[in-house]
């Protein structure tokens, strides 16, 4: 694998090597972005970046063969399930260096994220270190999805999406890895195609290790570009949360039992109500008023378009993610990702 530096950069060999990795599947959209934003970062160390591509049915093959022939720091490995976890098992076998950086094809990194990235690894002495998934969309759709992950009424209270104060934490976005904790725990699981994030995490800290976050580490991430695209998302979601829920009984807690109760409660609210109970109206409607309320609190200097879109967003993330969790198969660990 190459790992020479393009002409006129001034690699420091003293510095900790970087592997960036990115797992790719149809990302015409945002690979050249993704990657260029790799490419800019200000870290001096030796880096090499794996581009893992999946069965892509768009251009995004064509886009990385030509990145990888531009700067011959970047190769590509074949990651035929199109599987997040394969693809990441593959590009960390594929690379060399002993800190691992993940990226997502659509998530655009500041040009001081791997540097503040290894300062922390440096510091905390954490396994692996992360910060804010700064959600941040171009349409007025995308701007109000991005407004829901960025509050607590849309996501919950993780610091990786609202911030927080720098310490200990149970998971992070994406992450930056020591490469000797990924081999120690055996990488990511592959059976999960959603939360396969947080359930390596969570072996980490089952392992002793320690994951850290740090709100000095923030990554543009794009959000999904409709309705449709952002209900399956999130169903998908609720579902494979619940699988890791079946396996981990442990990891539940309120913030993921919220959403399915929600659903519930306004499913059974409305059916009372058409049976001709008034009082189940009250489940269905003050749903409502929390959505609105909590929409025109968080629509403070959002464009207009935008603003009216959120109620709507809002109670989508709320109902596909409940749903998704409700209606979880016992065996979806053992499915193929669709």
Known sequence: MGLEEPAGSACDPTLPPV????PILNE???LRAAVAAVQAQDYRGPMEI?????????????????????????????????????????????STHQIVVRVDGHAILPPDYVRIAVEVLAESGADNVGGIMA???????????????????????SRFHVGGEAGPADTVYLGVFRRAILEQVGGFDESLRRA???????????????VWFTPRMQVTYRPRPDLPALAKQFFRTGQWRRGVIRRMPRTANARYLAPPAVVLAVLGGTVLGLAGKRIG???????????????????????TGAAVRLPVVLATMHMAWGAGFLLSPTDLISEPDS
């Open 196 to 210: 396969q994030d947080w359930e390596l995490n969570h072996r980490i800290r089952e392992a002793g290790g320690t």
């Open 19 to 22: 592997a960036v990795i990115m």
């Open 50 to 94: 794996v581009l893992a591509l999946g069965p892509s049915t768009d251009d995004t093959d064509v886009i990385a063969k030509e990145l990888a022939a531009a700067d011959p720091r970047i190769s590509t490995v074949n990651n035929p399930t199109g599987a997040t976890p394969c693809g990441l098992n593959a590009a960390i076998a594929a």
């Open 135 to 157: 959600a941040e969309g171009v349409t007025p759709f995308e701007q109000a999805v991005a407004r829901a992950m960025r509050s607590r009424l849309g996501i919950g209270g």
């Open 281 to 303: 109206w009250l489940a269905p409607g003050g749903y409502l008023a929390v959505v609105l309320a909590g929409s025109a609190a968080n629509a403070k200097d959002l464009d």
């Open 28 to 30: 015409t959209r945002h």
